[in-house]
């Protein structure tokens, strides 16, 4: 290398003090006088906007993508692979899951900013600002009002469509014609569970005695309800309504108020203070829808005779199209809440609200969020767990050609994805996380996380599996669940008091947004592709499940110390 | 050798502290370490300041819980890790955080003997 490469001398120094970065001596006196004085315009560059938001929404929208992706592909895949089917309509659905994921993660976020402060506010104040009438009276309302805002109840009103209206006329009825009602009556059965929730606060009563005061009744009427070949159909229906009350808006709004009750009874010492209202919040709706039931049955001796929906079949107006309409239903949803928490923040509490811009920044968000989670779940959640129910029996039957495997084989496959569903979905629920955490700090380590999450999801696979083979052999309803709930009424008595509060509220937990639209809708696409009268009761049994997989685990343990206990005496 | 009545003390170290929102220290450490710096704490804490609140609803992205990270470094290299740490964590956009550095008096941590021995002792 003779070839002269021209040199440029450059000192160091200057090459250095081009690079780095120059600094300028301000006082911070003289900047903090400045600030005092100045009117604050303040302008952001666009690249401080981006540093701002771009983690906080990421962050966010990974947490619903790790929920939701994993089960939606699982769905689609076993489709492709084990039914040799195609999805259909697969870019809608995939624009439908975005919908969803965005709309959780919006609606999630309107909820902390928008509705929580409110919550704590209230919950912590109020028991001692008020008489307990009061705040019962509020904790009704609250209940009630939540469950219009929980994002999973929309898919009830959308469910209606499935259900076979000449074998389960009286169903069919209360989904096309009185779906409102039905919602109502979640909603006082919610209310009333919080009312008795806090009642339990303030009289110290024990979980066991609660649930076994609760569980009569309700199985009582189940059984009347068994009986009647009118009623029967929709005890599948009642059962679900309690699964799907307890999401992601009731849970911490009610046990914000539970923790301000609870710490005003002068129980805030209990660990176990928090459990107990999600139990009874899944069993009184189903007592509640279950008489609704029974006075449509009085009230509407032959619904066959009914003359058909006036206003079916026309053309929807501006305001029942697919933007406008689904904003509408979120506002409907959401402005009772917001308006019930603001009124008792200002009149019964009595302080002015703070942080106006915040706080309208979380319900319009809110409001946003669902929208766009309503619309997701009507073009992409629902249409996925229908094909994918509807494409199951072709494992087993020959509808059209011949079946993919034999009978045997057939059902096989169709129980192992019921099963894979159950666990899968289980496994991945972030709420079942955070409770396996508060478990095993309150049991000391006797119950470490990964074995709660074991069994809540084993409880829940088979749960979903029962169910699933419930539609496809069309077995009754009444003998199933009345056989789990005895099972889990039996371990109850069993067991001790914190496995009884851990085992019933776990069955709550489990079923989160996601979850809840895609199982109803697999269910009742299965129902329609089986001929089966109704697709309801897979959500039922997988409540029941985890309730006695749970005491089973917490007696297991039990067992195991008092041994370890007697070789070492 | 080593004598167990005496003490080796640094001089000429300075402390530089950054606080960050949660989960940004890993980033700061990484820059500091890159510059030169030979080790670094990080503290959890939750405070906010005024131009957070000044952000208007944009301020709901800035989060509460904070990181502090303390890094000592000889006072000849500091300039340069206080660069690169402001760089790193973005440090010229509204409630992403602070970081000032103050000179220690004196420092002192395990100084291998040999290189205690090829300084001398000053007594």
Redesign the interface.
């Known amino acids: 290398m003779t070839d002269t490469v021209s040199q440029r001398r450059l000192r160091y120094g200057e090459f250095l003090s081009a690079v780095r970065v120059k600094q300028r001596r301000v006082s911070y006196k003289d900047v903090h006088a400045d600030a005092g004085s100045r009117p604050r315009t303040r302008s952001l560059r666009l690249v401080d906007v981006h540093r701002l938001l771009t983690p906080y929404v990421s962050v966010r929208f990974l947490e619903q993508l790790r929920a939701v992706v994993p089960l939606a592909l699982f769905l689609a895949l076993f489709q492709i692979a084990a039914l040799r089917a195609d999805v259909q309509e697969g870019e809608l659905i995939t624009f439908g899951m975005l919908a969803v994921m965005l709309g959780l993660m919006l609606f999630m976020d309107g909820v902390k900013y928008g509705l929580m402060p409110f919550s704590e506010n209230i919950g912590f104040n109020l028991p001692n600002r008020t008489t307990p009438a009061v705040v019962l009276g509020f904790a009704f309302l609250l209940g009630g009002i939540a469950t219009f805002a929980e994002p999973a109840i929309g898919a009830l009103r959308a469910a209606g469509s499935g259900v076979d209206p000449l074998r389960a006329p009286w169903l069919h009825l209360l989904l096309t014609r009185y779906p409102d009602r039905l919602v109502l009556a979640v909603g006082i059965g919610v209310g009333l569970a919080v009312v008795v929730g806090m009642l339990r606060y303030f009289f110290a009563w024990r979980m066991k005695t609660l649930v076994i005061a609760t569980l009569l009744p309700c199985l009582a009427l189940t059984v009347y309800a068994g009986l009647d070949p009118r009623l029967a159909p929709i005890i599948g229906l009642a059962w679900d309504c309690g699964a799907i009350t307890t999401g992601p808006v009731t849970v911490p709004l009610v046990l914000a108020l539970g923790i301000g009750v609870a710490a005003a009874a002068g129980q805030e010492d209990n660990p176990l203070a928090g459990f107990g209202i999600v139990t009874l919040a899944s069993l009184f709706p189903a007592f509640a829808v279950m008489l609704v039931g029974i006075g449509l049955v009085a009230e509407v001796p032959d619904p066959a005779l009914l003359p058909p929906i006036v206003g079916a079949g026309d053309t929807a107006a501006w305001w029942d199209q697919t933007p406008v309409a689904e904003l509408i239903a979120a506002l409907r949803a959401i402005a009772p809440l917001v308006l019930l928490l603001w009124l008792a923040q200002r009149f019964l509490v009595g302080e002015a609200v703070k942080q106006h811009n915040i706080i309208a920044y979380g319900v319009v968000v809110a409001v946003l969020g669902m929208a766009l989670f309503n619309l997701g779940l009507s073009i992409g959640l629902i249409p996925l767990g229908n094909q994918a129910g509807a494409t199951v029996p072709a494992a087993f039957s020959a509808a059209d050609g011949a079946a993919l495997y034999s009978y045997p084989v057939g059902i096989g496959v169709a129980l192992l994805f019921a099963i894979i569903l159950g666990y899968g979905a289980t496994v991945a629920e972030p709420a079942l996380n955070a409770m396996g955490v508060t478990v095993e700090n309150l049991t000391d380590g006797a119950f470490p996380k990964q074995l709660l999450i074991q069994a809540v999801a084993v409880g829940v696979a088979l749960g979903i599996a029962l169910g699933v083979a419930k539609i496809i052999f069309d077995w009754s309803m009444l003998p199933l669940l009345l056989g789990g709930y005895i099972l889990a009424l039996v371990g109850t008595l069993w067991s001790s008091e914190e496995y009884v509060a851990l085992a019933w509220d776990s069955a709550g937990v489990t079923t989160g947004p996601v979850t809840v639209p895609l199982v109803l809708a697999l269910g009742l696409g299965l129902g329609q592709a089986v001929g089966a009268a109704e697709g309801f009761g897979i959500l039922a049994m997988a409540s029941f499940g985890p309730i006695v997989s749970v005491l089973l685990v917490g007696v297991w343990i039990r067992r195991r110390t008092e041994i370890a206990a007697q070789r070492e005496s | 050798m080593k004598q167990r009545d005496e003490i080796v003390v640094l001089t000429d170290a300075v402390l530089i502290t950054c606080i960050v929102q949660r ?1 940004v220290a890993d980033a700061v450490v990484d820059a500091a370490t890159e510059a030169g710096a030979q080790g670094a704490t990080i503290f959890y804490a939750r405070g906010t300041g ?1 131009r957070q609140k ?9 989060n509460a819980e904070k990181e502090v990270i303390y890094i000592v470094a000889p006072s000849d290299h500091a ?2 890790i206080f ?1 690169r740490v ?2 790193a964590a ?1 440090l010229d ?4 955080g602070m970081i000032y550095m103050a000179l220690l008096e004196k420092m002192a941590t395990y100084v291998p003997p040999e290189v205690a021995a090829r300084f001398g002792r000053h007594d």
């Open positions: 989960g005024v000044h952000l208007g609803v944009l301020g709901i992205t800035v300039d340069h660069e402001y760089v973005k956009t509204p409630g992403m």
